[in-house]
């Protein structure tokens, strides 16, 4: 089932992944997106790839007028480095002035629609080891803030707070979790919305970071432009 979420210019789906492939979500899917889910080991994540895949062919076929068969899902170039293969997410067809992100975890999958960069993280909330994570994922600001927390459970959920804030920016930017997370401060002492600072060559430098509900157990972020 997916239920819709609309914030200040943007609008935000949400599903729930099944727990088997479902034939018409994997009739949507093209040949190379068949071939990949084929290719998967754990068959958890091939439905979670086909399902997410499916969604957001959905939801785009109705925010755009069209049928779900006729949405081209692609990407846009790397704003570091000018490859159109791992850049942000993009609809190449039909023509559209959209800016999309996408996020799946475990049994949940998101889809943030825009009308500027954008970037969505979800994350389902699970043990995480956070003193294994921290020096590599977390500023020296965020581990002392984790490191004021009693609770397990409590520095767990900041913790996942640091990362789909960090990852919602990233997206944002358009280069993904490849730069050095010690350096983009998340501020998980506060509630929110944040200002985070990240960018890349011809991309906004600062951003506004807003934690949002997702279905489920699960921690989520949305990054949009500072002031859009």
């Given amino acids: 089932m997916i239920t819709p979420t609309t914030l200040a210019n943007t609008d935000v789906w949400w599903w729930k992944t099944p727990d088997a492939a479902v034939p018409a979500d994997f009739d949507l899917l093209g040949p190379a997106e068949r071939e990949r889910a084929a290719r998967m080991r754990s068959s958890a994540r091939a439905t979670e790839f086909i399902t997410y895949r499916a969604a957001v062919r959905r939801i785009l076929a109705d925010v755009l007028g069209t049928t779900p068969e006729r949405i081209e899902l692609g990407r846009r170039a790397c704003p570091e480095c000018g490859d159109g293969d791992h850049g942000p997410p993009a609809v190449v067809h039909p023509a559209n002035d959209l800016w999309i992100s996408v996020s799946h975890t475990p049994g949940i999958g998101g889809l943030a629609v825009a009308d500027s960069p954008v970037g969505l993280d979800v ?28 609770g397990e459970d409590d520095r767990t959920r900041a913790f996942l707070r640091c990362w789909t804030r960090k990852e919602a920016v990233l997206k944002a930017v358009g280069i993904g979790m490849v730069t050095d997370l010690t350096l983009v401060e998340s501020h998980p002492e506060q509630d929110g919305p944040v200002r985070i600072t990240a960018g890349a060559p011809g991309t906004p430098q600062l951003w506004t970071v807003t934690d949002i509900e997702a279905p489920g157990p699960a921690a989520a972020a949305i990054a949009r432009p500072h002031g859009d």
């Avoid at 389902?124 to 600001?141: G, K, M």
């Fill in 123 to 150: 994350e389902r909330v699970r043990d995480v080891r956070t003193e294994l994570l921290a020096p590599s994922a977390l500023s020296p600001a965020e581990s002392a803030h984790l490191g004021s927390l009693a």
